[in-house]
């Protein structure tokens, strides 16, 4: 496993609801990606393997070392370049097809600057699928995140850099939903303990630890009270929906 940020893989059981949304939106994706790719933060490579029927190349920029070249020695007929974002460096302007950036922008100090990077690198009729978390359904302060977005507020910045813009979400079904809940009551048990308020008042960075203890803590609780519903679910449990406000992700699609 490779850590970049926080961990969600499809190794730790606890993980497969969360797992499956992110899996669904790549194969979203697919549908719209074509010619010269640039992912930005390609996590562990899922992007190369989906998108390779679809595309004349591939590039993915991602800042951790050992998996970038992991990435490279399994498709060789891909680039993959270690590099923090924004800027993308020696890349050269209007020479992308699509850009993929999924989960990442909420990442980002400043999103102005790295939508304007994907501008540039974008040729004139491109295309960029962004995902990002929706903030009214975040159970809690993510310290991962520099910030979150409600769904005017991420279609309004994108419309500053695209022509184009088209903001729906990923949703799921009564049992994605029954998770979630279980999961909100689960949360809100924890915050009761916050006497201090120490979520919303440490620095992000101090608290990127104790999160990543409770939320792995709570992902276990979930599976152990009920697996069948936590192993059950697969991306068939998630679809798009035109009601962007009341999704857990945002999946924009955006033309230059």
């Not at 590039?59 to 498709?75: S, V």
């Not at 990442?104 to 295309?127: A, C, P, S, T, W």
Request: hydrophobic residues 35%; glycine residues 4%.
């Amino acid at each position: 496993m490779f850590k970049t940020t926080e961990i969600t893989a499809y190794t730790i059981p606890s993980d497969n609801v969360i797992h499956q949304r992110l899996l669904f939106a790549y194969h979203q994706t697919v549908k719209h990606v074509s010619g010269s790719i640039l992912e930005t933060g390609c996590g562990v490579g899922k992007g190369a393997e989906l998108f390779k029927p679809h595309c004349t190349h591939y590039t993915a920029l991602d800042k951790n070392q050992e998996l970038i070249n992991h990435l490279q020695k399994q498709h060789p007929e891909f680039t993959f370049l270690n590099q923090n974002i924004p800027p993308f460096a020696n890349q050269a302007d209007e020479s992308f097809d699509t850009v993929v950036t999924q989960q990442v922008i909420e990442h980002i100090e400043d999103d102005n600057f790295y939508l304007k990077e994907i501008q540039r690198v974008l040729k004139k009729g491109g295309k960029m699928i962004l995902t990002t978390p929706n903030i009214k359904l975040s159970l809690t302060r993510n310290p991962w995140h520099t910030r979150e977005y409600t769904a005017q507020e991420l279609e309004t910045l994108l419309k500053k850099y695209f022509s184009k813009v088209d903001v729906k979400g990923i949703t799921g079904n009564e049992k994605v939903w029954e998770y979630y809940n279980q999961n909100k009551a689960s949360v809100a048990k924890y915050k009761k303990l916050d006497i201090f308020n120490l979520e919303q008042n440490l620095p992000r960075q101090i608290l990127q630890i104790p999160y990543d203890i409770l939320n792995r803590m709570n992902r276990k609780k979930l599976q152990e009270q009920d697996n069948s519903l936590v192993g059950s679910v697969t991306m068939d449990d998630y679809f798009i929906s035109d009601d962007a406000d009341k999704c857990f992700d945002f999946f924009a699609v955006v033309e230059k």
